[in-house]
């Protein structure tokens, strides 16, 4: 369900809109979820509209947005200052979004050795995806650097593709995204 929240499927309402293909566009969502839950949907609509409007239960409203909305994170390799599922939450607690596997319309991918010839690493860097060593990730997520900006690392792996200019006298560098 996180996965049609952050799609923009953040309400029941939305949810009952949906059809079955907007459903199976979500990222990793695909054909047979989408049926399995819009079929399930339909079947207990009555129901969950009777409890809704009785005030036997109620609906939290969307999650506001963050500083890393639309942004998206795959972590590849162990962190050394967190665990990658407190690195995870962290990116969610933000607005962020997780992803498994570098694809199209990932922000970026987070590692702990952005030089590795890893199938991440690798695919990440032709498609132009900056590749974050974690100390960038961390500079940008403890408010430090903004979503477009981070501190200069010798480990942080520059994409092609990307614009990258010194910036001030931090020795940030900023990408033109």
Do not use: W
């Amino acid at each position: 369900m996180e996965k049609l929240a952050a799609a923009g499927y953040n309400t029941l309402d939305k949810l009952f809109a949906a059809s079955e293909q907007d459903l199976a566009n979500v990222y990793q969502f695909g054909d047979v979820l989408a049926h399995a839950l819009k079929e399930g949907l339909e079947s207990c609509r009555p129901e969950m509209e009777e409890l809704l409007s009785s005030g036997a239960i109620s609906i939290l409203p969307p999650e506001k947005e963050g500083p890393l909305t639309g942004k998206s994170f795959c972590f590849t390799g162990e962190l050394t200052t967190m665990k990658r599922s407190e690195a995870e939450a962290l990116v969610k607690s933000l607005g962020g979004m997780i992803k498994t596997s570098v694809t199209k319309g990932l922000s970026y991918l987070v590692t702990n050795d952005p030089s590795s010839g890893s199938s991440k690493n690798e695919k990440a860097r032709k498609s132009g995806i900056p590749v974050l060593d974690e100390k960038a990730f961390l500079a940008l997520t403890s408010g430090i650097a903004s979503a477009g900006e981070f501190p200069e690392s010798d480990d942080t792996e520059k994409s092609p593709g990307r614009q990258e200019k010194q910036i001030n006298d931090r020795n940030q560098l900023e990408l033109d995204i």
